[in-house]
């Protein structure tokens, strides 16, 4: 909403307090690459902000066509951002498929920028256009900016002589150019990324610097729009901030982890959309460390972690839904010799390969219960794309302090997004020390310790230690393979009794808003900031409403049945058909209102608002 206007350049500038831009084009067009350059630009102006990238799942998926459409959403703001906006305030639309695509959530009068050039008569075929949207009328209802970017880009390189794909390739950055100017951007940063980004090809960093100076320059010179806008720096807690996408915190999360603890981090991991990035970003810290190793599979990936953490190595292991169904028998394997894992799941829309690159939170239940036989595991979940650094370090503590493999739930949007992330002081991190056994009186390789039942943790070829391990049946402390009936029986329950145990050392469930009352909003995992930005909203609208976000998902915090009984109803939104709901309500018999979506998109904070406003 505008809160001020002033004159400059000949134009109108409206400040405003938020605003949500969508960049939309093939996916050959280079959409999230400007999207990101427009984050880190309004990140380093202090903007607080939150993104969504929406991409194909096809490598390439036929041009011009609707299942090719790659978008980029941000929303950038001089207040606390929650989300990346329900709808947009400006679409740059870069062909027919992205228009037809994007246009029915594109605000009433809001900004649309058209590349022209793109809107020929096979161009709209391929859409799926009988007419052409620019000439019917239909877009009335917008403020549509026609440019020709395609033929612009080509004007402004024309010197370079490079060949015409080169240089239309460049046409997102003369769209971003544009930008820019629309909303009081520097250049700077990105000008500085082109020269670190193409270093060494002389002409890409000049085809590329031209482009975007192009797209800026013609905006001064034509005025093509009426009015610019401006949005002030966010008034964020003092810090040192960095803008962070999930995968990349998760990464720094396991790093200071393996850092904090001394021991050496393995990650044995397979390829998979959208967890494959971890793998990428943990890649770069060889210097501290870190071994990276690309399996040949899922399975061999867990089995080589697992032997990592034999060895005395924190294990971790990351994958989507389908690679933890491979992986499921190994997991049984290190829940039953206990040994840390760290198994991460960035989930995505299923069944089977189902919807690759959108998000999806239906992996809860195979975490709790994906393996044969009775195989209870730790499981949390990260809330944000900078929360996962602090969950990843969680994860990494509970495995080690309790030798029990943890499974750590993200998601394709968590993953994918980006937000400000204030740098933590690492004194503020929990220390923690694996329980590493090196003398050999009285050794027992399953002599528990009396709090939290984790076994010690004996190092292959320290004298004295040797010991048995594998997927039969062991005896209670000596570890030799057994089948008594009595002994199984009670290791069962022994496992069970540790993970349950992990509750005794976690922090009570906080309650943001009264401690109890009428209606309580309950969520996990990604549907953190929709669920926080619907609370805002209905609090402004006098709705007494309070809010409560898990982390720990099993086991669950001590106090969490006592919040859900002090609340006359519970409403829980969730990427699933309920998965969360059945569970808690199988566990504690209160009665909760499930709220599902299963649309491979996240939620909108309007559609939880909505919902409150109904219960309220």
Same mark, same amino acid.
């Given at each position: 909403m505008a809160s001020q206007t002033t004159q400059e350049k000949g134009g109108t500038t409206l400040e405003q307090s938020s605003v949500v831009i969508r960049f939309a084009g093939d996916s050959g067009d280079g959409m999230q690459l400007t999207g990101s350059q427009f984050t880190a630009t309004s990140a380093l102006a202090g903007n607080d902000l939150a993104t969504f990238p929406d991409f194909p799942a096809e490598i390439r998926a036929p041009a011009g066509t609707l299942p090719g459409v790659s978008g980029y959403q941000i929303n950038f703001s001089s207040d606390q951002v929650f989300t990346p906006g329900d709808v947009p305030d400006a679409l740059v639309a870069m062909?027919?498929? $992205?228009?037809?695509?994007?246009?029915?959530?594109?605000? &009433?009068? *809001?900004?649309?920028?058209?590349?022209?050039?793109? =809107?020929?008569?096979?161009?709209?075929?391929?859409? *799926?256009?009988?007419?052409? &949207?620019?000439?019917?009328?239909?877009?009335?209802?917008?403020?549509?900016?026609? /440019? %020709?970017?395609?033929?612009?880009?080509?004007? !402004?390189?024309? %010197?370079?002589?490079?060949?015409?794909?080169?240089?239309?390739?460049?046409?997102? =950055? =003369?769209?971003?150019?544009? /930008?820019?100017?629309?909303?009081?951007?520097?250049? %700077?940063?990105s000008l500085a990324w082109i020269e670190r980004k193409f270093k060494g090809k002389s002409e890409l960093v000049e085809a590329n610097r031209l482009a975007l100076k192009g797209g800026y320059a013609y905006c001064e010179a034509t005025e093509v729009f009426h009015e610019t806008y401006e949005v002030a720096p966010a008034k964020l807690p003092a810090g040192t901030y960095r803008n962070i996408a999930g995968n990349q915190a998760l990464a720094l999360g396991l790093l200071a982890a393996a850092e904090k603890s001394g021991l050496s981090l393995f990650q044995g991991s397979y390829p998979i959309t959208p967890a494959s990035d971890l793998l990428h970003e943990l890649s770069k810290y060889k210097n501290h460390g870190v071994v990276t190793f690309q399996a040949e599979d899922e399975i061999a990936a867990i089995g080589a972690a697992i032997g990592a953490s034999f060895a005395g190595a924190l294990g971790i292991t990351s994958t989507s839904g389908p690679g933890i169904a491979l992986k499921a028998e190994f997991m049984s394997l290190a829940i039953s010799v206990e040994l840390p894992l760290v198994v991460i799941n960035v989930m995505r829309g299923g069944p089977s390969t189902g919807l690759p690159t959108k998000t999806e939170q239906s992996d809860l239940l195979q975490a709790m219960y994906g393996r044969h036989g009775e195989t209870p595991c730790i499981v949390i979940s990260a809330s944000s794309p900078a929360d996962c650094f602090e969950t990843a370090y969680e994860a990494c503590r509970l495995s080690v302090e309790h030798m029990t493999p943890v499974i750590m739930l993200s998601d394709g949007f968590i993953a994918n997004g980006a937000e400000p992330w204030k740098l933590p002081s690492t004194g503020d991190m929990k220390p923690f020390a694996p329980n590493y056994r090196t003398d050999p009186e009285d050794f027992l390789p399953y002599k528990r310790d009396e709090q939290t039942l984790a076994r010690p943790w004996a190092i292959p070829g320290t004298p004295g230690l040797e010991h048995r391990i594998g997927g039969?049946?062991?005896?209670?402390?000596?570890?030799?393979?057994?089948?008594?009936?009595?002994?199984?029986?009670?290791? /069962?329950?022994?496992?069970?009794?540790?993970? $349950?145990?992990?509750?005794?050392?976690? &922090?009570?469930? %906080? /309650?943001?808003? &009264?401690? *109890?009352?009428?209606?309580?909003?309950?969520?996990?995992? !990604?549907?953190?900031g929709s669920i926080c930005g619907a609370i805002r909203a209905a609090r402004q609208e006098g709705i007494e409403v309070s809010r409560l976000h898990l982390r720990h998902l099993n086991p669950f915090p001590k106090n969490l049945e006592e919040i859900l009984g002090s609340f006359e109803r519970v409403l829980l939104p969730e990427n699933n058909m309920g998965q969360l709901h059945l569970l808690l309500q199988g566990r504690f018999l209160k009665p909760i209102e499930s709220l599902t979506k299963i649309k491979g998109q996240p939620f909108k904070k309007s559609e939880i608002l909505a919902k409150i406003r109904e219960m309220a």
């Open positions: 062909n027919p498929a $992205a228009l037809k695509a994007n246009i029915d959530e594109l605000k &009433p009068q *809001g900004i649309l920028i058209v590349n022209t050039d793109a =809107f020929k008569a096979n161009d709209l075929r391929k859409a *799926g256009y009988d007419e052409n &949207p620019l000439e019917n009328g239909s877009l009335d209802g917008y403020r549509t900016v026609k /440019v %020709e970017l395609t033929s612009l880009t080509r004007k !402004s390189l024309a %010197e370079l002589e490079l060949p015409t794909r080169t240089v239309d390739r460049c046409k997102n =950055f =003369f769209a971003l150019g544009m /930008v820019y100017y629309l909303y009081g951007r520097s250049l %700077e940063h039969l049946e062991r005896a209670e402390n000596t570890g030799n393979v057994s089948y008594d009936p009595e002994n199984h029986e009670r290791m /069962v329950h022994i496992r069970a009794d540790k993970v $349950a145990r992990v509750a005794d050392s976690l &922090p009570p469930a %906080e /309650v943001d808003g &009264p401690a *109890g009352g009428k209606l309580l909003v309950l969520g996990w995992g !990604s549907t953190y």
